[in-house]
């Protein structure tokens, strides 16, 4: 069949159970995972391969920081900087303790 121009081939839009449905199913029950998983996932990824742990954090950094920027600022000016970011990753519930590693160098003094 030829459709008139301005004509829609499905006049009555898309159906419950479309392509948009299943994919806002899928991100609420991955978002629920992650929420009960991520943690530790992160964590076993951090232990088990810290490159692609690497990967994925720089990833996540935008595209146009600039670390250059950074430079030229105070150190009064980073360290407020960091406390407002350490705040709000608290404030979303990020775990910011360092891990305790055993010492490395077995020599005894």
């Given at each position: 069949m030829v459709w008139k121009k301005g004509q829609s081939g499905n006049p009555g839009g898309q159906a419950k159970g479309t392509k948009q449905?299943?994919?806002a199913d899928f991100l609420?029950?991955?978002?629920h995972d992650f929420k009960v998983n991520g943690k530790a996932a992160i964590e076993k990824m951090r232990k088990d391969d810290n490159t692609q742990y690497v990967k994925v954090v720089a990833a996540l950094v935008p595209k146009d920081y600039n670390i250059n920027q950074e430079a030229d600022k105070t150190f009064?000016?980073?360290l407020s900087q960091t406390?407002?970011?350490t705040a709000e990753l608290e404030r979303r519930g990020v775990d910011l303790t360092v891990p305790q590693q055993p010492p490395t160098d077995k020599h005894v003094n």
């Open positions: 449905n299943i994919n609420h029950k991955l978002a009064d000016e980073l406390r407002l970011l």
